[in-house]
């Protein structure tokens, strides 16, 4: 069974600041999702990492995916005020099935 | 295209009652899914379908029921609500298993009371 452990749960950043996001998962899989949520909205796509190594880059935010140590990173450059939302990772395991982490709530204060 | 498209929007049910969640896609999509959204847990797979006729349980299907007799809809019923089951509810889309993006509809949030 496919386990993921996203942190932190919670981050509250200054505008201007950089800072990463780590999702840490169990077994094996294929890809891994980056979605953001805002509040009472649904989920959008921010990055699909398809293979180890993968870099992918989006704005202020940057994905990476390292498969042999189940790990993917998001990067937040200069953070901003927009970027405040929930962010979540998920690998996808076998019979194609997502799995996600528990989020991170991003505040970016002034 | 519409997308996915999820209805109702909200829905307010009492202990033991009965209904259906609907869920239908206009892109031709072979995958499709359904989570569940409560505070603190990320979203939870109930029930998914990889094409018209075959369904499968996700992480978390006790209480729920799902068919897929067309490609376009895949509606989740819920048996006998019970207050557990209080959640925001989102389907989700893809083109086959291969597919790169998942598609989320809007959600339905729905409270039992």
């Known amino acids: 069974e496919l386990k993921v452990e996203q942190n932190p749960l919670f981050l509250s950043m200054q505008e201007g600041k950089n800072y990463t996001i780590y999702c840490n998962y169990s077994?094996?899989?294929?890809?891994l999702y980056w979605y953001r949520q805002d509040p009472g909205k649904s989920l959008e796509s921010l990055f699909v990492l398809l293979s180890n190594g993968a870099v992918k880059q989006e704005g202020r935010l940057m994905a990476s995916l390292d498969t042999k140590a189940r790990l993917s990173t998001l990067h937040i450059t200069a953070a901003v005020h927009d970027l405040s939302a929930t962010y979540f990772c998920a690998p996808r395991g076998s019979n194609y099935k997502l799995t996600f982490g528990k989020g991170t709530l991003l505040t970016v204060n002034p | 295209n519409a997308g996915v498209t999820q209805t109702p929007k909200f829905q307010v049910l009492k202990t033991g009652q009965s209904m259906t969640l609907q869920c239908a896609q206009d892109m031709n999509h072979e995958y499709m899914s359904w989570y569940r959204q409560d505070p603190g847990m990320g979203l939870r797979l109930i029930h998914y379908?990889?094409?018209?006729?075959?369904?499968d349980q996700g992480e978390v299907p006790n209480g729920y029921n799902v068919s897929r007799s067309t490609t376009e809809d895949f509606p989740l019923r819920l048996l006998s609500a019970a207050p557990s089951q209080t959640s925001v509810y989102f389907c989700?889309?893809?083109?086959?298993?291969?597919?790169?993006?998942?598609?989320f509809g809007p959600g339905t949030r729905l409270t039992v009371l």
């Open positions: 989700a889309s893809s083109y086959g298993v291969a597919g790169i993006e998942q598609f």
């Open positions: 379908s990889v094409g018209a006729g075959i369904t």
């Open positions: 077994t094996t899989s294929d890809r």
